[in-house]
């Protein structure tokens, strides 16, 4: 009997599991996989649940948190062997998991305090799904670009004269994106100051629109018609 209603309460305090009163935080302990770009039908997550032990947080002797993953995937295409990977967000650990399939599969304990999970095909070693652990929000989402930095520049000579100009026009040229103004002292890291929409913005000038009217009343009888057309107008502020 006492086992069976530890079975239970096991059961109900699953952290993926329905979100109950005054228990854990789904987006704590749940890491949704999104797939690669390409690739439909496959998703799953992986719930974070906690390491049998003494005490209510299991960390490593040195201090770091550790995670049983308990993977739920669905839509993995048959033929083909898959493995779970985690690995730090540097990339300069990595670490296999072990083999994973369609349904709940639960693997070695993750002991990094912020992580990438990875989900590899085999043998090609495609990668068909990924997700970040919560531990992981406070970084910007687009690190990627932040860390690898001007890459695209000739130099670092042509990173700083890229980096000034971008400082000085803040209103860009026709047709591109205006930089947001920042203060003299503050540096920006180069990917930032090359980062812009893949669009085309849409900046009205002044000759093209009407100045605007003041707003009017106007009284409408039974049958009368309004027609409304909206459009661009410019306007001072003071």
Same mark, same amino acid.
């Given at each position: 009997?006492?086992?069976?209603?530890?079975?239970?309460?096991?059961?109900?305090?699953?952290?993926?599991?329905?979100?109950?009163?005054? $228990?854990? *935080?789904?987006? &704590?302990?749940?890491? +949704? %996989?999104?797939?690669? /770009?390409?690739?439909? !039908?496959?998703?799953?997550?992986?719930?974070?649940?906690?390491?049998?032990?003494?005490?209510?947080?299991?960390?490593?002797?040195? $201090?770091? *948190?550790?995670? &049983?993953?308990?993977? +739920? %995937?669905?839509?993995? /295409?048959?033929?083909? !062997?898959?493995?779970?990977?985690?690995?730090?967000?540097?990339?300069?650990?990595?670490?296999?998991?072990?083999?994973?399939?369609? $349904?709940?599969?639960?693997?070695?304990?993750?002991?990094?305090?912020?992580?990438?999970?990875?989900?590899?095909?085999?043998?090609?070693?495609?990668?068909?799904?990924?997700?970040?652990?919560?531990?992981?929000?406070?970084?910007?989402?687009?690190?990627?670009?932040?860390?690898?930095?001007?890459?695209?520049?000739?130099?670092?000579?042509?990173?700083?004269?890229?980096?000034?100009?971008?400082?000085?026009?803040?209103?860009?040229?026709?047709?591109?994106?205006?930089?947001?103004?920042?203060?003299?002292?503050?540096?920006?890291?180069?990917?930032?100051?090359?980062?812009?929409?893949?669009?085309?913005?849409?900046?009205?000038?002044?000759?093209?629109?009407?100045?605007?009217?003041?707003?009017?009343?106007?009284?409408?009888?039974?049958?009368?018609?309004?027609?409304?057309?909206?459009?661009?107008?410019?306007?001072?502020?003071?």
């Amino acid at each position: 009997m006492l086992t069976a209603l530890l079975l239970v309460a096991a059961a109900v305090q699953r952290p993926c599991e329905p979100q109950a009163p005054l $228990g854990p *935080s789904h987006d &704590l302990y749940c890491i +949704e %996989l999104v797939p690669t /770009p390409g690739l439909t !039908g496959v998703s799953g997550r992986v719930e974070l649940s906690q390491p049998p032990g003494p005490f209510t947080i299991a960390v490593t002797v040195d $201090g770091r *948190s550790r995670y &049983l993953p308990v993977f +739920e %995937l669905t839509g993995l /295409p048959p033929g083909h !062997g898959y493995v779970a990977w985690a690995a730090t967000p540097q990339m300069d650990s990595i670490v296999r998991l072990g083999a994973v399939k369609n $349904g709940t599969t639960q693997l070695r304990a993750i002991d990094f305090n912020k992580f990438t999970v990875l989900i590899s095909q085999q043998p090609s070693g495609r990668y068909v799904l990924r997700g970040q652990s919560p531990s992981t929000r406070l970084f910007p989402p687009d690190l990627l670009e932040f860390s690898v930095g001007a890459m695209g520049a000739g130099g670092a000579g042509q990173q700083s004269d890229t980096m000034a100009d971008a400082m000085e026009h803040h209103h860009g040229g026709a047709g591109e994106w205006p930089m947001v103004p920042t203060p003299p002292q503050l540096t920006m890291l180069p990917a930032e100051m090359r980062l812009r929409p893949e669009v085309t913005p849409f900046l009205p000038s002044d000759s093209a629109a009407p100045p605007a009217h003041p707003s009017q009343r106007m009284q409408l009888h039974d049958g009368d018609t309004l027609r409304l057309a909206a459009g661009v107008v410019t306007r001072a502020f003071n």
